[in-house]
């Protein structure tokens, strides 16, 4: 069986899902017709029983959910000083930390609108 090549003598752009070979109205990616979000699955998990033997041993016998031991290990961790975790657990309990917007110096933003007439 030949293979078809395109303009160029390479196969670039010849699959059946290339962008420019699909049908109006057909997604390109097949998974996303059958609802195949992680996040979906991730989210429908977190309070299901945690598998025991992906928890501390101190944990074992607490019945945690997945939800419970992803936070007990983040609290652990933020706790051990890890700057990363830490980080992100105060974003995410405070807020993240706005950044000022100001002009030169401090001052106020100035915007100059500039059309076709006002050019030098």
């Known amino acids: ?9 390479n196969r670039r752009g010849m699959s059946a899902n290339s962008r420019k070979n699909l049908d109006n109205g057909r997604k390109g990616n097949n ?15 977190l309070d299901q029983p945690a ?5 501390e ?10 939800r419970q031991a992803i936070a007990t290990r983040l609290l652990i961790e933020a706790v051990r000083g890890n700057a990363k975790v830490t980080g992100e657990l105060f974003d995410r309990l405070e807020g ?12 106020p933003v100035i915007l100059r609108i500039v059309d076709d007439d006002d050019r030098d």
């Open 1 to 9: 069986m030949e293979k078809q090549l395109n303009k160029n003598g």
């Open 31 to 45: 998974h996303a017709e059958k609802d195949y979000s992680i996040t979906r699955i991730v989210k429908e998990m």
């Open 51 to 55: 598998v025991e033997r992906w928890l």
């Open 57 to 66: 041993v101190e944990d074992k016998a607490k019945g945690l959910t997945w």
């Open 96 to 107: 993240k930390v706005t950044q000022p917007i100001g002009g030169e110096g401090g001052g």
